[in-house]
């Protein structure tokens, strides 16, 4: 996986108050209707892919997480142009906030999220991370 280029995100885990939830962001400079995304972003060259989860996580939402392993992908998908994977990753230390380039970073039930998914709230590839980690049928 190292040099190819991905886009990594993460479903955190272990927030305290949050542990039935997910997070979810919306990006400030992406265009309306704004979708609803896991955080996490792309890899500069040559970065190891659990890197750029932890870089990306603490950029965008200002917590730091346990660096993920291999095994903690729960969802990978080829795309023509990149490598698209999703982490289950640990909260460390640290507060959500929203970054520079946040516009909104907020927590969901999987109830929630169902709902979102069905009306079409949430970035496609990352609406099946999300399923496939739910157990959405």
């Known amino acids: 996986m190292m040099g190819q280029s991905m886009a990594v995100y993460g479903i955190v885990q272990g927030i305290p108050e949050h542990e039935k939830h997910i997070l979810l962001i919306q990006d400030k400079n992406k265009p309306e209707p704004r979708m609803w995304k896991l955080p996490g972003g792309k890899n500069e060259s040559g970065e190891w892919p ?49 970054g520079a380039e946040i516009e909104r970073a907020e927590f969901f039930t999987a109830d929630q999220i169902k709902l979102m998914i069905r009306n079409n709230q949430i970035l496609p590839r990352h609406a099946m991370a999300l399923i496939k980690h739910l157990g959405i049928i």
């Open 50 to 98: 659990a890197l750029v989860v932890v870089r990306e996580i603490s950029e965008e939402i200002g917590i730091v997480i346990h660096q993920p392993l291999d095994t903690d992908i729960i969802f990978k998908k080829a795309e023509t142009s990149h490598l698209f994977a999703v982490y289950a990753v640990r909260h460390y230390q640290g507060n959500v906030k929203a």
